[in-house]
Nanobody, 129 residues
Framework: QVQLVESGGESVQPGASLRLSCAVSGLTFETFSLGWFRQAPEKEREFVAGISVSGGRLDYGAFVKGRFTIARDNAKTTVSLQMNNLEPDDTAVYYC??????????????????????WGQGTQVTVSS
C-alpha cells in the first residue's frame, strides 16, 4: 500500500546539476519526515539529506557541502533533491525514505537507515567524464 517511487537519476558529467524526485503514496504524508540516502557499490548506505515533518528542519550529510537542497511538497506528496556541482564520488543509487518520528520528537531527523521503515526502489546517479 505504501509506495515511494524515485525518478530523475541519470548519467552526467562532473559539475552538472540533477534533480531527483520521489512520489509518495499510501501514508499520511504530512506526519512523516522524509529523507534521501545513497549507496555506492561495496559501501554502506549513507545519509544524504532529510527534512522534518513541518519542513522547518533540513539536515545534510557532511559531504554535501552546500551543493544539495531537499524540499517537500505536501500538496503533491513528493520530496525532491536538487543536486548541483556533482562530483564523481556522488555516483550511487539514491533512495528516498519516509519515517514517522515518535512524539514528542516529531521534528527529529534520523541519519540511521534502519530507523526508516519505508523505502523506494532507488534511482541510479552516475557522474563521470
Amino acid at each position: 500500500q505504501v509506495q515511494l517511487v524515485e525518478s530523475g537519476g541519470e548519467s552526467v558529467q562532473p559539475g552538472a546539476s540533477l534533480r531527483l524526485s520521489c512520489a509518495v503514496s499510501g501514508l499520511t504524508f504530512e506526519t512523516f519526515s522524509l529523507g534521501w540516502f545513497r549507496q555506492a557499490p561495496e559501501k554502506e548506505r549513507e545519509f544524504v539529506a532529510g527534512i522534518s515533518v513541518s519542513g522547518g528542519r533540513l539536515d545534510y550529510g557532511a559531504f554535501v557541502k552546500g551543493r544539495f537542497t531537499i524540499a517537500r511538497d505536501n500538496a503533491k506528496t513528493t520530496v525532491s533533491l536538487q543536486m548541483n556541482n556533482l562530483e564523481p564520488d556522488d555516483t550511487a543509487v539514491y533512495y528516498c525514505a519516509a519515517r514517522q518520528p515518535p512524539s514528542p520528537w516529531t521534528e527529529s531527523i534520523s541519519r540511521v537507515p534502519a530507523q526508516w521503515p519505508y523505502w523506494g526502489q532507488g534511482t541510479q546517479v552516475t557522474v563521470s567524464s
